[in-house]
């Protein structure tokens, strides 16, 4: 039982140790976006947004008018 403990600790700490290393090069890799790209992407999460709240809205109607 103690050898089980032993190993499933081990592999916790190489999953951790691995972890860590893909978070360093991800973090190495990325970039900070620029003001077009962020632009782009604040636009299509706003519209997604409204969408989605529209569509609550009229899911909310229709129950309305079904009672």
Same mark, same amino acid.
């Given at each position: ?8 600790? =081990? ?49 909310? =109607? ?6």
């Amino acid at each position: 039982m103690l050898l089980v403990f032993l190993n499933y600790k =081990m592999d916790l700490k190489k999953l951790g140790t691995s972890a860590y290393k893909e978070t360093r090069r991800i973090l190495r890799l990325s970039r900070k976006p620029r003001r077009s790209e962020f632009n782009e992407t604040a636009k299509i999460t706003g519209l997604g947004m409204i969408a989605i709240g529209f569509i609550g809205f009229v899911i909310f =109607m229709v129950s309305q008018i079904i009672r």
